[in-house]
């Protein structure tokens, strides 16, 4: 019978002590177990072994280990470096980094779950049985295709188009390498249409060549999705990552990451996946907000964060954007970052002529017919007589944003949220744009009886 020995255990939990539990066979770091916590129990990874466990009074629990991957020392690193810097557990940081670790409870709720979508899916097979054999035989030949890049037969040659850099991105690219090698991380601040995205693809095909893993970071999951069908065409086989996935398919990326996927496209979360050979990161749009993480803890930024996993793997940082950070430039200013810019668009063309008008002086001019001004309206009528179209954005979706009392000055307000309700026509209602809440509309103030004024003008008040 093997030795009792003694181990230090994360938990997924807002914890600033790891506990200790008690092994009969060999465990490593990083190894999964599974431990009994007040009462609930939990997947652990294995911080620490060979504990002295003199000084521990009470019952020391058991912890069994677990048939799953182990978590490699570069993503504890990672998580400590998280915990210290956003000041918060490593536990917290554990729990964002594998979401799909559940009680036990949970899991068998789950497996519940999944009986039944097992047998909701039989029943779905027979149904389509025929249909996925005409299906077959009408797109056998694109499949045929498809097999055979996935399994390397075609080569990646003919599978992607060559990329083509303009003159004025050739020299970004050897302003970035030249970062590169000095250790740096880059800041390539682009115009809008400089083709940025054409230098990501560039840098992350050399990469990949080398035998590295890439990640490309954008800050939504609607850019995600646009970026998936560009991406493919000049890179094939790349892993999605985002909250919005199944979690399913995020297990099964997760996996794929583990197993070595080259290419990763996925938001903020995707910085925890288990990279092994992690050459190069991507961060797109560095200065939106999107990356920032408010809550739960971690709460972490992810262009500091993706630095910090550069340099735990060794790996090159590009940071990207039109409109820098003001801390990417400073960063850029002080030597921290080095600073590449690409100021010519891609596909030549004129710069947009831009009118700032002042609605407010055009309001004392009497230059405004209702909320639209008389340039603007002589502008949008010259457009349409000419054929073309014309596109308005407004930022407030409603007839009007919120209402007012002339004599009393009473605002309808959300009794949840306490924010002003809007109007909406069509029909009439007054709406709560945070929480749902509405009311019915009268147009009469319910305090002194007076008529309610609209606030400022809504996309259905421009409209009309």
């Known amino acids: 019978m093997e030795e009792e020995k003694f181990i230090q255990v994360i938990l997924p939990l807002r914890l600033e002590w790891e506990p200790v539990y008690s092994v009969q066979e060999p465990v490593s770091i990083g190894e999964r177990v599974k431990v009994n916590f007040a009462g609930k129990s939990y997947t652990g990874i294995v911080s620490k072994t060979d504990v002295n466990a003199d000084g521990i009074k009470g019952k020391i629990l058991r912890a069994t280990p677990l048939p799953l991957p182990p978590v490699s020392e570069a993503e504890l690193e990672f998580w400590r470096e998280i915990a210290k810097y956003y000041l918060c557990s490593v536990g917290e940081v554990y729990k964002a980094a594998y979401p799909l670790e559940k009680t036990e409870s949970e899991a068998a709720r789950e497996r519940a779950t999944e009986r039944l979508r097992e047998r909701i899916a039989l029943l779905e097979e027979k149904i389509l049985k025929a249909r996925k054999e005409e299906t077959r035989g009408r797109y056998q030949g694109e499949l045929s295709r498809l097999k055979a890049l996935l399994s390397g037969e075609v080569p990646p040659g003919e599978a992607a188009p060559e990329i083509v850099l303009s003159p004025a991105q050739k020299s970004a690219l050897k302003g970035i390498e030249k970062g590169f090698d000095a250790g740096k991380t880059v800041l390539l ?220 000055g009473y605002i309808p307000r959300c009794p949840r949220c306490n924010v002003s309700l809007s109007l909406h026509r069509n029909p009439d209602r007054l709406l709560c744009h945070y929480c749902g809440h509405t009311e019915a509309y009268s147009g009469i103030c319910p305090k002194c009886g007076e008529a309610l004024q609209p606030l400022g003008a809504g996309t259905q008040r421009i409209e009309e």
């Not at 197993?259 to 992690?278: D, H, I, Q, W, Y």
């Open 189 to 408: 601040h682009g115009v809008t249409g400089s083709g940025k995205t054409q230098l990501y693809l560039s840098l992350a095909r050399e990469c990949l060549k080398k035998g590295k893993s890439v990640l490309y970071l954008v800050p939504e999951i609607a850019l995600s999705r646009q970026l998936q069908e560009r991406v493919s065409q000049y890179i094939p086989n790349m892993a999605v990552y985002h909250s919005a996935l199944p979690q399913g398919s995020r297990a099964r990326t997760a996996q794929a990451v583990r197993e070595g996927a080259r290419l990763v496209l996925g938001t903020r979360s995707a910085l925890f996946l288990p990279f092994r050979e992690l050459g190069l990161i991507i961060v797109d749009e560095e200065h939106d907000s999107s990356y920032k993480q408010s809550s739960p803890a971690p709460r972490y930024h992810a262009r500091e964060s993706a630095i910090m996993l550069g340099r735990i793997h060794n790996a090159k940082v590009l940071l990207g954007s039109a409109t820098p950070s003001m801390e990417s430039l400073y960063n850029s200013i002080n030597g921290r970052f080095v600073k590449v810019e690409l100021k010519e668009r891609y596909f030549k063309g004129e710069d947009p002529s831009i009118q700032i008008i002042d609605t407010r002086a055009e309001w004392r001019k009497k230059g405004m017919v209702d909320h639209l001004s008389i340039k603007l309206l002589a502008l949008i009528r010259e457009t349409l007589d000419s054929g073309k179209q014309v596109l308005l954005l407004r930022s407030r979706r409603s007839w009007a944003p919120a209402l007012q009392c002339g004599s009393c």
